[in-house]
């Protein structure tokens, strides 16, 4: 089983390079999908033997988000573009119902069955006070570096968020504000 690649810049030079794929308002979404199936999947399984898919949330009625890549042998996720340009935000792999699909095909929709991984109670519904004290720690943190706390600090709530589902709120917090303190050199 191979690990993940990086190709968070081979993303970025097609990005740079299909400045159509993000137009804005309602036309964003589906033209970044058919950029992420067209284009940039296609490329990166040139480099990496057609290891590379999208996700398909099959106990969603098949709902495939237009920016998330997910690697065939590990399920890893990796939110690979912003609604302006690329990205790089390797998630946590996704629960058993979001499965990795390949380009060309659609997997048949399933009904939630109840079994395999179910997330901790904590984190089944949204917590909006775990958010905004996620928040509060992120802005102090910004504020304890020196940093202007900016729209790329908000980057680091959808993290915690979408983790929050899998980890649970308390371990998704302490994970992210973690690395969020690292990245900024606090720690």
């Known amino acids: ?47 990496d033997g057609g290891r590379w898919g999208y996700m398909t949330k099959t106990d969603q009625g098949g ?21 302006t340009g690329s990205s790089w935000i390797v998630h946590a792999p996704p629960p058993p119902a979001w499965v990795w699909t390949a380009v060309g095909t659609t997997p048949k929709p399933q009904p939630p069955t109840g079994g395999g991984t179910t997330p901790p109670s904590s984190s089944l519904a949204y917590d909006e006070n775990q958010v ?27 993290r915690m968020q979408f983790d929050a589902f899998s980890m649970g709120y308390a371990g998704a917090r302490a994970k992210h504000l973690a690395a969020l303190r690292s990245t900024l050199g606090l720690t």
């Open 1 to 47: 089983m191979a690990s993940m690649p990086n190709r968070s810049q081979e993303v970025a030079a097609l990005c740079a390079k299909h400045p159509e794929a993000f137009p804005p308002g309602d036309q964003n979404d589906p033209a970044r999908l058919k950029f992420l199936q067209g284009t940039i999947i296609p490329e990166l399984n040139k480099l």
């Open 63 to 83: 709902k495939v988000p237009c920016d998330i890549l997910m690697w065939r042998d590990t399920n890893d996720v990796v939110d690979c573009m912003t609604g």
């Open 132 to 158: 905004s004290g996620f928040i509060t720690d992120v802005e102090k943190s910004y504020a304890q570096a020196g940093k202007f706390f900016d729209g790329h600090a908000g980057i680091w709530v959808g």
